[in-house]
């Protein structure tokens, strides 16, 4: 099973920019397709962005297009979210999660995912 930490989190203010890190760790974590995931509180986890192991493919969550960018760095087994033109709807808890194939990653769970611990973003206007 891999483990992941997230880091990055913070305060930024309307238009500002984020990148959120996604340090993975196991024998097989650079086999994983990562992904990110946000949470505000009181509501449903939600898809932001994933990426196959190879770094080929990417997929992305509507509200998010064109803004954010999903990166993987396998020899650091590093997954990278970087966001620009943070809106106030942005904000909400980071999650970084790893699954066995990317299409699982469409979903909010399956049997096979790793979660980091979640890292808080906040965007003021």
């Known amino acids: 099973q891999v483990q992941l930490v997230e880091s990055g989190g913070g305060l930024v203010q309307v238009g500002g920019s984020l990148s959120l890190s996604c340090a993975a760790s196991?024998?097989?974590?650079?086999?994983?397709?990562m992904g990110w995931f946000r949470q505000v509180s009181g509501k449903e986890r939600q898809f932001v962005a994933a990426i196959d192991w190879s770094g080929t493919n990417t997929y992305y969550a509507d509200s998010v297009k064109g803004r954010f960018t999903i990166s993987r760095d396998n020899a650091r087994n590093t997954g990278i979210l970087q966001m620009n033109s943070l809106k106030p709807e942005d904000t909400a808890v980071y999650y970084c999660?790893?699954?066995?194939?990317?299409?699982?990653?469409?979903?909010?769970?399956?049997?096979?995912?790793?979660w980091g611990q979640g890292t808080q973003v906040t965007v003021s206007s």
């Open positions: 999660a790893a699954d066995t194939a990317v299409q699982a990653l469409l979903q909010v769970t399956s049997q096979h995912r790793a």
């Open positions: 196991g024998r097989t974590a650079s086999s994983y397709a």
